[in-house]
């Protein structure tokens, strides 16, 4: 049996995947590790009907986590599904 062993990564990441739904809210994040983690997470956004974002640390922690809908969307009353990684 082959067992899959997690690595760090050599550079610290720089961005980050968000999932918002149709309403703009931004309802799933994920760390861009560069690694096949990464890559089901957004897989998984897309399956769920959330449009894809890449933006920069930056960017997440002065602008995304600030907006009114983060992580709970205020829309169609309560969020029916949040996603978190």
Do not use: W
């Not at 550079?11 to 089901?40: E, F, N, S, W």
């Amino acid at each position: 049996m082959k067992t899959e062993r997690y690595t760090a990564p050599k550079q610290r990441p720089t961005h980050v995947y968000i999932g918002r739904k149709a309403c703009g809210c931004c309802v799933a994040v994920m760390t861009d590790l560069g690694d096949k983690m990464t890559g089901q997470a957004v897989s998984e956004f897309i399956q769920e009907g959330l449009t894809v974002e890449r933006v920069t640390f930056e960017e997440y922690r002065t602008q995304i986590v600030n907006e009114p809908g983060f992580m709970g969307c205020h829309h169609e009353g309560q969020a029916e599904h949040l996603i978190e990684y």
